[in-house]
């Protein structure tokens, strides 16, 4: 029988699922790194984790029997892809189970920035009412600029469709996708010269760590607003807020911080940086939330379930 580990808590429907075909699924939520090193997964065919643990090279050559991982979610910066590639691990990922959420949460966010929702909600609860501080600016009047159009990218577009904004889409490695969900299709240099708005839905990567800085921001010719559900690594949190302050950002709304531990269940750290940006007035921020719905905890596992099956069947 298929030994599978699921090493963080995902939906039932994938253990449901994977064990009415047959498979031995068992709890291994609490197990350690140290504990797989040493053999604890060595007969296992299939593990499933969120982001908790971070599969390299050596975890693998711990788990000579592995032939798939699932990874709740999109994200797949912490699995070591080219040796898993080289070994013939195929992995699995759920992107298109929160892509709804994320394209919904990025929507929120970037109303509260552009109507001022949240500030206007702390300054009636202090008593005030000053209506003219809080005027805010009009979507639909915007350029919206998406860097990303894989599935989170094109969710946020889609959402976007309701609201008649002009949108341009710039991805490095897609083309040919002009017209989907109204937007188009634009090289960088053009959404430096006209975005209003820029969202981004890029992976962690090498390429995109840290691509978020002074020079990045400086190369935009209108000041903007930033939006980032995607990874806080990629973004420099030191030059958004210097950006901020100078007037180049009119606004940033984050989900993600570059001071998640790699589990994403919290921040490794709080330095001062961290202080700065809790107490911009221009900022909106939420705990790694975007994909994080009702709905989308069991969507990723049904997605998985879906991928999963075919292959455990075509590869007994």
Same mark, same amino acid.
């Given at each position: 029988?298929?030994?599978?580990?699921?090493?963080?808590?995902?939906?039932?429907?994938?253990?449901?699922?994977?064990?009415?075909?047959?498979?031995?699924?068992?709890?291994?939520?609490?197990?350690?790194?140290?504990?797989?090193?040493?053999?604890?997964?060595?007969?296992?065919?299939?593990?499933?984790?969120?982001?908790?643990?971070?599969?390299?090279?050596?975890?693998?050559?711990?788990?000579?029997?592995?032939?798939?991982?699932?990874?709740?979610?999109?994200?797949?910066?912490?699995?070591?892809?080219?040796?898993?590639?080289?070994?013939?691990?195929?992995?699995?990922?759920?992107?298109?189970?929160?892509?709804?959420?994320?394209?919904?949460?990025?929507? %929120? @966010? !970037? /109303?509260?920035?552009?109507?001022?929702?949240? =500030?206007?909600?702390?300054?009636?609860?202090? $008593?005030?009412?000053? #209506?003219?501080?809080?005027?805010?600016?009009?979507?639909?009047?915007?350029?919206?600029?998406?860097?990303?159009?894989?599935?989170?990218?094109?969710?946020?577009?889609?959402?976007?469709?309701?609201?008649?904004?002009?949108?341009?889409?710039?991805?490095?490695?897609?083309?040919?996708?002009?017209?989907?969900?109204?937007?188009?299709?634009?090289?960088?240099?053009?959404?430096?010269?006209?975005?209003?708005?820029?969202?981004?839905?890029?992976?962690?990567?090498?390429?995109?760590?840290?691509?978020?800085?002074?020079?990045?921001?400086?190369?935009?010719?209108?000041?903007?607003?930033?939006?980032?559900?995607?990874?806080?690594?990629?973004?420099?949190?030191?030059?958004?807020?210097?950006?901020?302050?100078? %007037? @180049? !950002? /009119?606004?940033?709304?984050?989900?993600?911080? =570059?001071?998640?531990?790699?589990?994403?269940? $919290?921040?490794?750290? #709080?330095?001062?940086?961290?202080?700065?940006?809790?107490?911009?007035?221009?900022?909106?921020?939420?705990?790694?939330?975007?994909?994080?719905?009702?709905?989308?905890?069991?969507?990723?596992?049904?997605?998985?379930?879906?991928?999963?099956?075919?292959?455990?069947?075509?590869?007994?």
């Amino acid at each position: 029988m298929k030994r599978i580990a699921f090493l963080d808590t995902v939906h039932a429907v994938l253990w449901d699922r994977l064990t009415q075909a047959g498979c031995a699924c068992e709890h291994a939520e609490n197990l350690t790194r140290e504990e797989i090193l040493t053999g604890a997964l060595a007969d296992h065919v299939g593990i499933v984790l969120r982001s908790r643990l971070t599969l390299d090279a050596a975890i693998m050559d711990a788990m000579p029997r592995l032939k798939w991982i699932a990874r709740s979610g999109a994200g797949l910066d912490n699995i070591d892809i080219e040796t898993a590639e080289i070994r013939g691990i195929h992995v699995f990922s759920s992107p298109e189970g929160n892509a709804t959420a994320v394209g919904e949460h990025a929507i %929120g @966010q !970037l /109303l509260m920035l552009l109507h001022q929702l949240a =500030e206007a909600d702390r300054h009636v609860r202090s $008593g005030g009412w000053d #209506r003219e501080a809080h005027r805010g600016i009009e979507l639909e009047a915007r350029t919206v600029g998406i860097i990303g159009f894989g599935n989170m990218g094109q969710s946020f577009a889609k959402r976007l469709m309701g609201f008649g904004c002009r949108v341009l889409v710039y991805d490095k490695y897609l083309s040919k996708f002009n017209g989907q969900y109204g937007v188009q299709e634009v090289d960088m240099k053009r959404l430096n010269n006209e975005a209003d708005i820029i969202s981004l839905h890029v992976p962690l990567t090498s390429e995109t760590q840290g691509m978020v800085n002074d020079q990045w921001i400086s190369q935009f010719k209108k000041t903007f607003h930033l939006v980032n559900t995607a990874r806080g690594e990629i973004v420099d949190t030191g030059a958004v807020l210097d950006a901020l302050d100078r %007037g @180049q !950002l /009119l606004g940033a709304a984050l989900d993600v911080l =570059e001071f998640e531990k790699r589990s994403l269940e $919290g921040l490794a750290q #709080r330095p001062v940086l961290l202080d700065r940006l809790l107490k911009h007035p221009r900022t909106i921020l939420s705990p790694h939330v975007a994909g994080w719905t009702t709905e989308s905890y069991f969507k990723l596992s049904n997605v998985l379930a879906d991928k999963i099956l075919p292959f455990t069947k075509k590869n007994p």
